[in-house]
């Protein structure tokens, strides 16, 4: 096969080219919708064993311990409009009543965790229209 077929010939000026550049693109979106999924279940993961015991299963912090603590509503807009980088901030060194998770935790799993702290935000609109 010479240059011809590839970019002016055989597959049309150029737009066989296109075509498997948008498969590309295609592909490289599912593999990173896949990738935040898994990331979202690994934070899953790791909330229930780090962070429901204040925060609750719903994130809400109304759990006894939550309640004496005072921990943060996850689905409130105080917490919700923080960036990732404040979250990663605050479970990492910890603030007021919550401890600091940095030596538990490793980055990933911190961002992994955040990642799932943001489906709080989706399911606390849900529940509001119910």
Same mark, same amino acid.
């Given at each position: 096969?010479?240059?011809?077929?590839?970019?002016?010939?055989?597959?049309?000026?150029?737009?066989?080219?296109?075509?498997?550049?948008?498969?590309?693109?295609?592909?490289? +979106?599912?593999?990173? #919708?896949?990738?935040?999924?898994? &990331? =979202?279940?690994?934070? /899953? @993961?790791?909330?229930?064993? *780090?962070? %429901?015991?204040?925060? +609750?299963?719903?994130? #809400?912090?109304?759990?006894?311990? &939550? =309640?004496?603590?005072? /921990? @943060?509503?996850?689905?409130? *807009?105080? %917490?919700?409009?923080?960036?990732?980088?404040?979250?990663?901030?605050?479970?990492?060194?910890?603030?007021?009543?919550?401890?600091?998770?940095?030596?538990?935790?490793?980055?990933?799993?911190?961002?992994?965790?955040?990642?799932?702290?943001?489906?709080?935000?989706?399911?606390?609109?849900?529940?509001?229209?119910?």
């Amino acid at each position: 096969m010479d240059d011809r077929s590839v970019v002016g010939g055989q597959w049309g000026g150029g737009s066989g080219l296109r075509v498997v550049m948008a498969g590309l693109l295609l592909l490289l +979106g599912v593999r990173l #919708a896949a990738a935040q999924e898994n &990331g =979202k279940a690994a934070g /899953a @993961a790791t909330f229930k064993v *780090k962070c %429901v015991l204040c925060h +609750g299963a719903d994130g #809400a912090g109304n759990t006894p311990l &939550g =309640k004496q603590l005072q /921990a @943060a509503n996850l689905r409130s *807009k105080e %917490v919700q409009k923080l960036s990732d980088e404040e979250l990663h901030k605050v479970v990492h060194d910890g603030q007021a009543n919550m401890p600091p998770f940095g030596e538990q935790l490793t980055d990933d799993e911190i961002s992994q965790v955040i990642q799932y702290v943001r489906t709080f935000a989706t399911s606390a609109k849900t529940a509001k229209k119910q």
